[in-house]
Structures are given as structure tokens and as C-alpha cells.
């Protein structure tokens, strides 16, 4: 990719409008959309994910969209290479690669100078089940003798964390901290994020989440739970078909789902900003300003300067 033209990625919370920005950039720019989105990468999660159907893509080539079944475990490690393949190949055919996705690790993954630690399924699991049966504040307590660098930088509520820096410890010896992602890019990348006022994303939230139910999500995931949804390690928590899945099984009421899915989205977009929020390489518009598609040309002809 030397003298290529730098990657542009659309980053920000959920609801904000990435996916029509990135449409309108990657038409154009001459571009091809690669998804940065982790559960948009499993086939049949279209209507609570907000995957944009095929007929409204205007012909632009998108990626990363629909290469896992439900019952399998999304991998950061997988989708870095793959998404990396896909970015090059786009410049390499002469067209701009537009990376777009709320998911911050991935996003991470697939722009910044980042080696992913090892992973065993084994190891993994082995720490899973200690955490069930001693306990996750003695797991916690394991992870501050052997790694309290990664132990201060993990919330010692999160077993999913925590368990992964006990397999990256084993695994390598090296602590989990030196494996996070540094702030330089791979290649060259512009990256915009979008933001909203709290009170309209916030209320854009609960109308989706609405939307998501009248469009037919209970039916999408019975369908999906036909082909393993519940056995999918990733999938089967997803906020929505965490919740619609309780519905089904009678242990929520569809307005109580929906109301759990409304509060755990809004919830997920605070860790999403977190996430966001102190990379100084982002150029942040507000996605409700009229010139939002100017702005961005702008910031992407100026190399990522606000």
C-alpha cells in the first residue's frame, strides 16, 4: 500500500449514522466499504445489528459482512487478517478502502501496528471453569500476582477480561498491558468520528430498539436459534438477541425486552465512547450538523485535520 491513498475510517457509538457516511464517502472517493462492526459479521443478525440490507448499498462493494455462522466465536486475531487482506486489496485495485464500525478493538485491530497475543481454546477454558468454581474475585486476585500491571487496567468485575490476561499470561509469560494496541497506524488512515447530543442518542436509541421488534426481530431470531444462535459463545449475548431469546423462551415480556434492550444499548454506547474518546487522531464531527458530508470530505482531503 506505499503512496496509497490513506485508509478513511468511520468510528463513533451506535446510532450515530456511520454507515450513511461511509456510503457517501466511499461513493465519492471511488471506495469500498470493509465492516468494522463484530456482530455484523454473522449471517442472519441483520435487523437487530442495523446491517444495511443489500438493496441500499448503492453498488458499493462492502466486507466483512456475513462470513460467520452464529454458533461460532468471533476472533479479533480472524478479522485482523482478513479485514488487513481486504483493506490492501482495495488500495491495490486502485480503489479507497473505507473502514466503518463501532467496534473499537476491531477498528484497532484491523488500522493500528497491533500483533494480537495467542489464543488456546484449552487454556481458555481452563480459566473459565476456575473462575466458576473459586470464584471471580480469586481469579481477580490470581491476575494481581502474576500480572498487576493488567490487573490495575482491568475492572475487577470483568470476568471476559480477566480471563483472557490469566491465558495471554500462560500463554507467553508477558503481560497482558504489552499486548493492548499502541496508537500508530499500519498505513497511513484518516479517521472521523460522529458523535450526538446525549439526549437526542439517547432517545434515537429507544426508538430503534422499537424498530428492531415492529421490523420482525423476534422472528429473525427464532430462525437464527433454529441454526444455533444459543450455543454461539459471541452471538447469543448480543444486547437484542440476548433479549429477544428471553422473550422467547417466556422468561421477558416483548415490552420488557425491549426495554432491556433500550437500557443495555445506551449502556454500551458510554463504553463505546470511553473507547473512542482519547485517541487524538480522531477528527470528531457532530452527526447532526446539515454540512456533515462537506465537513468529512474536508477533514479526508486535509489528511484527517479537523
Not at 487482506?85 to 473502514?99: E, M, N, Q, S, T
Not at 488512515?189 to 426508538?207: A, F, H, K, N, Y
Amino acid at each position: 500500500m506505499t503512496g496509497a491513498p490513506p485508509i478513511v475510517a468511520i468510528v463513533g457509538a451506535t446510532a450515530t449514522g456511520k454507515s450513511a457516511l461511509a456510503l457517501h464517502l466511499a461513493e465519492s472517493l471511488g471506495g469500498e466499504i470493509v465492516n468494522a462492526d463484530a456482530l455484523q459479521l454473522y449471517r442472519g443478525m441483520d435487523i437487530g445489528t442495523a446491517k444495511l440490507p443489500v438493496g441500499e448499498r448503492r453498488g458499493i462493494p462492502h466486507h466483512q459482512l456475513d462470513v460467520l455462522d452464529v454458533e461460532e466465536e468471533a476472533s479479533v486475531a480472524a478479522y485482523q487478517h482478513a479485514a488487513r487482506a481486504d483493506l490492501d486489496a482495495i488500495a491495490a485495485r486502485g480503489r479507497r478502502p473505507v473502514l466503518v464500525g463501532g467496534s473499537g478493538l476491531y477498528v484497532r485491530a484491523a488500522l493500528d501496528a497491533l500483533d494480537i497475543p495467542p489464543t488456546d481454546p484449552a487454556v481458555r477454558s481452563r480459566w473459565e471453569a476456575f473462575v466458576e468454581e473459586e470464584g471471580l474475585a480469586t481469579a481477580y486476585a490470581r491476575l494481581r500476582s502474576i500480572d498487576p500491571a493488567a490487573a490495575a487496567s482491568i475492572l475487577a468485575t470483568n470476568a471476559r477480561r480477566i480471563v483472557r490476561a490469566l491465558e495471554v499470561n500462560e500463554l507467553t509469560g508477558a503481560s497482558f498491558v504489552a499486548a493492548l494496541p499502541q496508537r500508530a497506524y499500519r498505513v497511513p488512515s484518516v479517521t472521523i468520528g460522529l458523535r450526538v447530543e446525549r439526549s437526542i442518542l439517547d432517545e434515537r436509541i429507544g426508538r430503534r430498539a422499537e424498530g428492531m421488534w415492529a421490523a420482525g426481530l423476534i422472528e429473525e431470531v427464532a430462525a437464527l436459534a433454529a441454526r444455533g444462535l444459543r450455543e454461539g459463545r459471541t452471538a447469543r449475548k448480543a444486547i437484542g438477541y440476548q433479549q429477544a431469546l428471553a422473550q422467547l423462551d417466556g422468561t421477558l415480556a416483548q415490552s420488557d425486552a425491549i426495554t432491556a434492550t433500550t437500557l443495555a444499548t445506551r449502556r454500551y454506547v458510554r463504553r463505546q465512547e470511553s473507547w473512542f474518546r482519547p485517541d487524538p487522531r480522531i477528527a470528531w464531527l457532530d452527526a447532526a450538523a446539515p454540512d456533515l458530508e462537506a465537513r468529512a470530505a474536508a477533514i479526508v482531503a486535509a489528511g484527517g485535520r479537523a
